[in-house]
């Protein structure tokens, strides 16, 4: 089962929203998810608990769900063009928060990082060229090669001192003449490592002596609950790496709203660019207006998110255990989009006891399609 506590922000009880100024936002309040179509709760019946995929149960920031009304009630969801003052909000929170300066015609507008995953394998290798990517690792950096008929090594990562590390002499043996992507995911998932200045530094060397391109997947890089680890994105460290590099990074995961969807690419060279972006509008569709909203509101409105390491002892997640939620029926035609009523179901729910769900539903639930083709959970 991937479950990604390394990476879980239901620890922290405390947004940023200007500097200094300070939310308290409830994480522990749960939500009710089953029946809106979460691919996370509907993806097991009864008593399971899914923990198999990083889509949290906390409602997005309040700034997030007041972009997203206003948007509601323009009442047109056109095509949408990706907007320039969210590339400018990226540009200046890279620079707030990692000191990165990054052009803005770096910056590749997608719908999420999993489509980077695979535009980098299919785009920017060829056929008969190979990849490396760390095991265990978020399954789409292993399905991307798989999928664009490349080969590639699994580099195993080691347990080191409670930390999943590379093992460095592991990683140079598996490079061979015709390796040319270094995956990476960092914060990493599942291990939840976040990998050091001096770990990336020598990553980033290797890649420079043999030639590869790295492509690094830093979706989780805005929950991190370690005071005075702070994330480095590796193509920060130096001109030489960030010209090899394609970074991924998305508001997603910290702000809780992958449904909406809306994701980054960064990338300085401009043939490296091209390529990777060649037949984007192909294969890939624009992220939806909702998920440009949601992306720029939460940058313009969330700081960061404080950390909350100090709090961990007294803040263990609670498994959310089954029992706890009471199962809603599936939203009926009526229903859909009902969400001030859907709202009302779910502010009832911690006084309702659980009933079992029916048996049919249960069945029904069991039988349901995988969320990816190919995807099984261990
Ligand atoms: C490491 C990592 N990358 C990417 C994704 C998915 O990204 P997106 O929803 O933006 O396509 C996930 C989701 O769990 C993930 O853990």
């Known amino acids: 089962m991937v479950f990604d506590a390394g990476h879980c922000p239901a620890f922290l009880s405390v947004l940023e929203v200007s500097m200094g100024s300070r939310i308290e936002f409830d994480f522990d309040a749960p939500v009710e998810r ?9 993806r097991y019946a ?31 969801f056109g095509y949408s063009a990706p907007p320039v003052e969210l590339r400018d909000a990226l540009i200046a929170r890279l620079a707030r928060l990692y000191r990165w300066k ?4 770096w910056v590749v507008f997608l719908s999420g990082v999993v489509p980077g995953l695979h535009l980098a394998a299919r785009h920017l290798t060829r056929p008969g060229e190979h990849i490396l990517v760390p095991l265990p690792v978020y399954h789409h950096l292993k399905r991307a090669p798989v999928q664009a008929g490349r080969a590639h090594a699994d580099v195993p990562l080691v347990l080191s001192a409670g930390r999943w590390v590379f093992d460095e002499d592991r990683l140079k043996a598996s490079i061979r003449p015709n390796t040319r992507l270094l995956s990476l995911c960092n914060p990493q998932n599942p291990g939840g490592t976040i990998f050091t200045r001096a770990e990336l530094g020598r990553l980033a060397g290797l890649a420079l002596e043999h030639g590869l391109l790295v492509c690094s997947d830093e979706i989780h890089a805005e929950i991190l609950l370690d005071e005075g680890k702070p994330h480095v994105p ?18 997603n995961k ?12 960064i990338i300085e060279d401009p043939e490296l660019r091209r390529a990777f972006s060649a037949d984007h509008h192909a294969t890939v569709h624009d992220a939806s207006v909702f998920g440009y909203e949601a992306a720029l509101a939460a940058y313009r409105g969330v700081r960061r998110l404080a950390r909350g390491a100090a709090r961990l002892p007294a803040r263990q997640p609670r498994p959310c255990r089954a029992r706890d939620r009471r199962p809603a029926g599936p939203l009926d035609g009526a229903r859909r989009g009902d969400l001030p009523r859907l709202d009302r179901r779910l502010g009832t729910r911690r006084r309702r006891p659980a009933p079992a769900l029916p048996g049919p539903r249960r069945r029904a639930l069991a039988r349901q399609p ?3 083709p190919g995807f099984r959970a261990p």
């Open 34 to 42: 089953r029946g809106s179509w979460s691919t996370r709760w509907e």
């Open 46 to 76: 009864g008593d399971v608990i899914p923990l198999w995929v990083a889509d949290t149960d906390f409602r997005a920031p309040p700034a997030v769900l007041e972009a997203m009304h206003r948007r509601l009630e323009h009442g047109i």
């Open 102 to 105: 990054v052009e803005a015609d």
């Open 234 to 251: 590796i193509a920060s460290l130096s001109p030489e790496i960030s010209r090899r590099t394609v970074t991924l990074v998305s508001p």
């Open 254 to 265: 910290a702000f809780g709203f992958p449904g909406a969807g809306c994701a980054f690419a």
């Open 370 to 372: 995988v969320w990816q």
